[in-house]
């Protein structure tokens, strides 16, 4: 005996919108010149209740080789990464390491003081730690019993 499935074609329908927004967002909000789909180095943000803390991955880049900009709530990342040697007459079978220089921005999702800024850089991980502004700290508030 065979099961009989009950068609539904709402669902062929979203499918076929899912495919349709992928094929836009692709053509249109990619950046120009990242066809391969390297958009820079990996970031992780995350916040606490009194900073904001960034780590981007930084393998085989030196600390003085890096520059780091807050403008108002934009943080930018900046560094080149340099090829060690020379490579000719070597047909390559697969290369996906990336050379060059690189930028990477992001949007900060809060008010930061960037003059308090801390850095820090360690086995090719670059640590960036803003101290939030006091006005979007959190505040506790005591309640008093009459």
């Known amino acids: 005996m065979s099961n009989l499935i009950r068609w539904e074609p709402m669902r062929e329908m979203v499918t076929l919108r899912e495919a349709m927004d992928r ?11 990242l066809t391969d789909g390297w958009r820079g180095p990996a970031i992780d943000m995350y916040q606490t209740d009194d900073e904001v803390v960034v780590k981007v991955a930084l393998p085989g880049i030196k ?11 934009l943080l930018t990342i900046k560094g080149e990464r340099k090829e060690k040697s ?16 690189f930028e ?7 008010a930061v ?20 502004a006091e006005e979007v ?10």
């Not at 094929?23 to 010149?33: I, Q, S």
């Not at 990477?104 to 809060?110: A, N, Y």
């Open 23 to 33: 094929l836009f967002d692709d053509a249109f909000t990619r950046p120009f010149g």
């Open 104 to 110: 990477r921005s992001v949007m900060l999702p809060i």
């Open 63 to 73: 600390a003085d080789e890096v520059q780091i900009n807050v403008t108002g709530d």
């Open 86 to 101: 020379e490579t000719k007459d070597k047909n390559y079978h697969i290369r996906e390491q990336h050379w060059g220089a």
């Open 137 to 146: 700290k959190p505040k506790t508030i005591t309640v008093k019993a009459k």
């Open 113 to 132: 003081v960037s003059d308090k800024a801390k850095a820090e850089f360690e086995d090719g991980m670059l640590t960036v730690t803003l101290p939030k």
